[in-house]
């Protein structure tokens, strides 16, 4: 059967979905191509032939989030209704770092013409269907990014907040891979004053010896928010914060960025990297996420 045949055919959808799967197209191509939300289209791929998502086993991404996107427009109250429209709740406030539960548009002085939509606490896969949403509904607005804006994920800590140990590894495990993901991010996010490298002087030293995250905040960042990953974020919200990404309305590039900051902590809580490059890339990422992060690497590579 074609593609089309598939799509058109009198099969369920989930035996639509598992056809799609073997034409080679992801999860985020089959849920376009059937218009269905990513998280039905996530749950028939997971116990799809029992097929594993990663190399350490099933990853099950049920870890609370928030996100932060940086956006262009010229009309707050179009884009608040934009997003309303998707039966998605969305307010317009002052500057204000309240949590809320729900999405709000902020001014921001660091984005150059636009504003910064911010998401309640979600989580897992309804968490992500609302961002589907948002996405959907910044795009059909007309918002757009330009380089002064960024795309900010935060992630729940309640399992790890009181172990050192786990900071410690999530601190140097970023450090350690962070020209990898520099090579994925365009170069307004490589080198930027509000997302700093985490490589400073001596830095394996000082993140190996630190005995409380406040200590290890002090040693690295000296305890400004400004640096690619983020745990001042942690004494406001309970959350760890990770900065680099660039500014995007797009889900697929959303979504990825969530499950590879969310693989990162994951395997924080277990292992500490002493390399970076590929294999250790390899203990993070299932062939999805390898694939779109390959592709990611030679755009910029042949600009």
């Known amino acids: 059967m074609t593609i089309e045949e598939i799509i058109q055919s009198n099969l369920s959808k989930s035996d639509k979905m598992r056809r799609l ?20 289209v996530q749950n028939v791929y997971a116990k799809y032939n029992n097929r594993p998502l990663s190399p350490e086993g099933d990853f099950v991404f049920d870890r609370t989030f928030g996100i932060e996107l940086e956006i262009i427009h010229g009309n707050k109250v179009l884009l608040r209704n934009a997003i309303r429209a998707k039966g998605i709740a969305c307010e317009i406030e002052g500057y204000n770092h309240n949590r809320r539960t729900h999405w709000k548009i902020v001014s921001d002085a660091s984005v150059s013409g636009g504003y910064e939509l911010v998401s309640p606490v979600l989580k897992g896969q309804s968490g992500l269907e609302q961002v589907r949403l ?63 490298s985490l490589k400073v002087r001596n830095w394996r030293e000082k993140m190996q010896n630190a005995q409380s995250l406040i200590e290890l905040e002090k ?32 889900f697929e590039k959303i979504k990825n960025w969530l499950f590879f900051c969310a693989r990162l902590i994951n395997l924080s809580k277990a292992e500490r990297l ?18 779109f992060y390959k592709q990611r690497k030679l755009k910029f590579e042949r600009r």
């Open 134 to 196: 948002v996405s959907e509904a910044l795009a059909e607005a007309g918002a757009g990014i330009n380089k002064t804006c960024g795309f900010h994920a935060h992630f729940g800590t309640d399992d790890f907040k009181d172990k050192i140990s786990v900071w410690r590894n999530l601190y140097i495990n970023y450090a350690t891979l962070e020209s990898d993901i520099d090579s994925f991010m365009p170069p307004s996010r490589r080198h930027n004053r509000f997302c700093k």
């Open 219 to 250: 040693a690295v960042t000296e305890r400004s928010r400004y640096f690619k990953l983020n745990s001042q974020s942690y004494w406001r919200h309970g959350t760890v914060e990770f900065r680099q990404h660039s500014g995007t309305i797009e």
């Open 21 to 40: 799967f073997d034409e080679g197209k992801t999860r985020t191509e089959v849920a376009r191509l059937l218009g269905v939300g990513y998280g039905f």
């Open 274 to 291: 002493t390399c970076g490059g590929q294999r250790a890339l390899a203990k993070l990422l299932d062939n999805e996420l390898a694939i």
